[in-house]
Nanobody, 119 residues
Framework: QLQASGGGLVQPGGSLRLSCVAH????????IGWFRQVPGKEREGVSC????????YDSDSVKGRFTVSRDNAKNTVYLQMNSLKPEDTGVYYC??????????????WGKGTQVTVSS
């Protein structure tokens, strides 16, 4: 299973680093993606990272602020979030599947971690 962690409460302009750990299997899917969801809204693709090379996709809303990376030795994918804004608030999920920001292309989902950006 996938387990996301690292969420919390942060002030606007602050930073957080989320981690996604794969338990019981290696992250050998084509890609790992990060998604977020706010109550009443559709789930949104944030960033994804190819497992084969360094190709990444970021949504326009986070481009230049969020960076996705991986540590294969730790079987972990990270999402470094800088210059956070209140609109970044939501439950963040990691998922394994295809290299895409579209959630229907992901096969396995972890439990989410809450990120709240507020002063």
């Amino acid at each position: 299973q996938l387990q996301a962690s690292g969420g919390g409460l942060v002030q606007p302009g602050g930073s957080l680093r989320l981690s996604c750990v794969a338990h019981g299997f290696t992250l050998n899917f084509p890609a790992i993606g990060w998604f977020r969801q706010v109550p009443g809204k559709e789930r949104e693709g944030v960033s994804c990272l190819s497992s084969l090379n360094d190709i990444t996709y970021d949504s326009d809303s986070v481009k230049g602020r969020f960076t996705v990376s991986r540590d294969n030795a730790k079987n972990t994918v990270y999402l470094q979030m800088n210059s956070l804004k209140p609109e970044d608030t939501g439950v963040y999920y990691c998922a394994a599947g295809m290299l895409s920001l579209i959630d229907t292309y992901m096969n396995y989902w972890g439990k989410g971690t809450q990120v709240t950006v507020s002063s």
